[in-house]
């Protein structure tokens, strides 16, 4: 048997002239322009160039591969000219998932992005007075709304559907926290790992900041508690151990170099048995004693009851307000459902050190963020948490979910198995690590295809589908699957069975 040299094989190889002469590519030079068709046709020639040298290719391989080069050129340059960043559908029943964008955004969002987006806005101009303005004003108004107290009660001016009333607060504290809830204000920066920046850097530049060493936490991304305090030019001073932190460590190691108090939520992870922590009401009490600002970084951050969707232990925004937080830092699409983004909420005088920090410009966001933020909030202050897909998805009940599971198993013929099993959805996105929601899951399988085939042949399709296999089964929770995606995830499984 003769082997065909490199060399032969490299000549077999049709010019990038010659191709753009063909028929079927002149076709998509007419539609996609030369210079883009001309670069895709080297891409494709270069690549079997490499394939050749790698001696993957023989004689019969070149030849194949020719003869299918138009078809090659067209894939290039769909792949070269389409988005890629690409809609997919998430059936892992993980709601704020973070490699897929965590929150998504409410319909109202879309809307004023396009409003404010199009053409020209009043993004940092007084309408009224004809001067430049500010342009945190357009969501700091709506924050004031939801984090205010009615000074009457002690009670939140808004409460979400199914938050029980609180007593009173005691007499020793009303005054204060009523006093400061009226002067809450709120800025917003690009994330909340940007918000604990410019919150250390304000507070405690060239100063301490104390901290225990169970809250010095590492989320994804490799974003740790430390090294953000080292570029804030602040100092870390660590107090207890891993898993027991006692208010006298913080009192303790408070000297005249200590500039805020920090209180970190564990995000991810928790910590369990011989275990302590002190209260935050302690931490709130040692703060004025001492007269140093408390922040709490919350990380996801709700402005919802979450014990209505039956999780428990998780702290909102308003209760670190309500129990005399200085300033609280939170993410704008985990919990809250809204944009990326990150807010720093409390303190009017303490906000403000921050919004004169030049850091703040460095780190603000745009147009659009505003404007998805500010219709986010908007559902919340009209308490429309239907309008907000995130909440949506964590109040479905478990017979909502099982009657779409079951219309979707219907619709699946042999040779496709599908079973209903109870199973468990998740929030994500760091909040509530422990907590999950019950649901009702499709467990797929398919006779000739591994589990692990299956989910690639989902994950590869378009749109992409993300299930999670477990046990040699492919699994999907059609929790975070809006309804009107059941039928493209029905017709999706429906091509893969062919």
Known sequence: ?????????????????????????????????????????????????????????????????????????????????????????????????????????????????????????????????????????????????????????????????????????????????????????????????????????????????????GELVEIGGSFRIPDVMAKSQATLREVGTTNRTRITDYERSINDKTRLLLRVHRSNFEITGFTEQPPLEELVDLSRRRNIPLLEDLGSGALFDLRTVGVTGEPGVLDSLRAGVDVVTYSGDKLLGGPQAGMLSGRSDLIARMRQNSLFRALRVDKLT????????????????????????????????????????????????????????????????????PTKLVALTREGLSADNLATRLRMGNPPILARVEEGRVLLDLRTVFPEQDRVVLAALGRVGE
Do not use: C
């Open 370 to 437: 505003y404007a998805a933020l500010e219709a986010t909030l908007l559902a919340y202050v009209k308490r429309d948490y239907a309008a907000i897909p995130a909440l949506r998805m964590m109040y479905l009940s478990k017979e909502e979910i099982g009657q779409r599971a079951a219309a979707l198993a219907a619709g699946l013929r042999p040779p496709w198995k599908a079973e209903l099993v109870d199973g468990d959805s998740v929030i994500g996105g760091g909040a509530a690590p422990s907590a999950v929601l």
């Open 1 to 213: 048997m003769t082997t065909v040299s490199k060399s032969e094989l490299y000549r077999q190889l049709p010019a990038v002239d010659e191709l753009l002469r063909q028929s079927a590519i002149e076709a998509l030079v007419a539609r996609e322009g030369h210079a883009a068709t001309a670069d895709a046709a080297r891409t494709v020639l270069a690549r079997l160039r490499q394939e050749i040298a790698a001696r993957q290719l023989d004689a019969n391989g070149v030849a194949l591969a020719v003869s299918g080069i138009a078809d090659a050129i067209e894939r290039q340059l769909r792949a070269a000219l389409g988005y890629s960043l690409r809609p997919v559908i998430n059936a892992t029943g993980v709601i704020l998932h973070t490699n897929l964008g965590r929150a998504p955004l409410a319909a109202s969002a879309f809307d004023h992005i396009r409003e404010a987006g199009q053409g020209y806005s009043n993004l940092e101009f007084d309408l009224e007075t004809g001067e430049r303005g500010k342009r945190d004003v357009h969501v700091d108004r709506l924050f004031q709304k939801l984090l205010a107290f009615d000074g009457g009660t002690g009670q939140p001016a808004l409460r979400t559907p199914g938050e029980p009333k609180e007593p009173a607060l005691s007499e020793r504290s009303d005054r204060r926290v009523l006093a400061r809830a009226n002067a809450v204000s709120t800025i917003v920066v690009n994330n909340n790992a940007a918000a604990v920046l410019l919150a250390l850097n304000s507070l405690a530049e060239g100063g301490e900041v104390i901290v225990s060493r």
